[in-house]
């Protein structure tokens, strides 16, 4: 590859998200990534909803509880996030020292997006003695108006935390907000946000599957809609779900959530059967667009160049980190997530 391809990959690199260079399609490009990953004393963490070539390359997969506390106490000098961007943000925030990688900057978000902080400063002001506590899919700088995020394992947990006088402001889910409030009897304030992933589940087409196979067990992740969650059979995180697929009896589980986890769940149950819960029209709506904008390609060039970098400004980091650092306490006190011997690496 020529000096000056490369210079115009990096000039667009804005526009395009990523560094657009051809690869040589012969590359073994597993070996590849491997050995980059030794040269540059990089560690690859992915989420479940990774495509399964880059989960089975990672270092460490996990949810994003697990993920952000990896990113919180690995050694490595560069931590390669394939996710979206608000993870890798949160890795950043949490190892400021070190380069972050992300191999497409737009894999957004929607449930990120659905929250501007200039229109969530605005509500947050009408409701000035509330503790706000953010789900971790939100912006940096979100979080700088945040006192407590939260992820789906440990979201009640944070909430229980609160003293009961304190009113609180949950961000952006509406759909996590309403499961919480169920599971914790608290008056939680919600932002109207909701996962463009989650919410595209058909009813009615899961109700056929379950007349179908009466043997088989819904399980769905809380950032579903409640009518949904209400006839599922359990409710958890992505690592929630994929712990009850290998400790329930259930030979049949139809997966209410992003169908990258499937993947794991195949893995670690080969004798299991898993039926992806389908969206309501004919699209693959049950995987989510911004994490399939990773591909391997795509992770080889970023770790080659050491580019796309997550890049955030000093005050973000010094005001968002505290409401991520909060959470981890919280979550270590109430033994969530890794365990110490699990941290790496
Ligand atoms: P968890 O993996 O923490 O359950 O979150 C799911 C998700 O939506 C990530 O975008
Ligand atoms: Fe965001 Fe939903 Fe995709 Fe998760 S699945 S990254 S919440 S859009």
Redesign the pocket.
């Known amino acids: 590859m020529s000096n000056s391809a490369l210079a115009i990959a990096q000039k667009n690199l804005e526009s395009t998200g990523w560094l657009d260079l051809e690869v040589d399609p012969t590359l073994d490009l597993v070996e590849e990534i491997n050995k980059l990953k030794k040269e540059r004393n990089a560690i690859i963490l992915a989420h479940y ?1 990774q495509e399964s070539e880059i989960q089975d390359i990672a270092d460490y997969i996990g949810d994003s509880l697990g993920l952000s506390q990896k990113a919180a106490s690995t050694e490595a000098d560069i931590i390669v996030f394939a996710g ?1 961007h608000f993870m890798a943000e949160t890795a950043k925030m949490l190892s400021p020292s070190k380069k972050v990688l992300l191999p497409d900057l737009k894999a ?5 997006d659905s929250c501007p902080p200039h229109l969530f400063r605005a509500f947050k002001a009408q409701h000035p003695d509330a503790v706000v506590v953010s789900y971790i ?1 939100c912006t940096a700088e979100l979080k700088t108006l945040t006192d407590i995020c939260c992820t789906s394992t440990n979201s009640v947990a944070i909430i229980e935390s609160i003293p009961k006088d304190k009113e609180i402001i949950f961000a952006p889910d509406r759909n996590l907000g309403a499961y919480l409030r169920k599971q914790t009897g608290r008056d939680l304030i919600l932002w109207n946000g909701t ?4 919410e595209i589940f058909s009813h009615e087409k899961i109700t056929k599957i379950m007349v179908r196979h009466p043997e088989a067990k819904l399980i769905a992740h809380p ?1 579903c809609e409640a009518a949904l969650l209400e006839k599922a059979h359990f409710i958890g995180s992505t690592s929630g779900l994929l712990r009850f697929t290998q400790e329930d009896e259930a030979e049949t589980f139809i997966v209410a959530t ?1 169908a990258g986890i499937i993947h794991q769940m195949e893995l670690a149950s080969p004798d299991k059967t898993f039926i992806p819960a389908p969206p309501n029209n004919m699209c693959a709506c049950n995987e ?1 667009p ?2 399939k904008r990773n591909t391997m390609e795509k992770l080889y060039l970023c770790m080659k160049h050491e580019e796309p970098e997550i890049i955030l400004p000093e005050w973000v980091i010094e005001q968002g980190v505290k409401s991520i650092d909060r959470m981890l306490e919280i979550s270590e006190a109430a033994g969530l997530g890794l365990k110490k011997d699990e941290e790496p690496d």
Request: negative net charge.
């Open positions: 909803y979206v957004g978000c929607s449930l990120a899919n996962c463009m992933v989650h950032e992003e989510c911004h994490m």
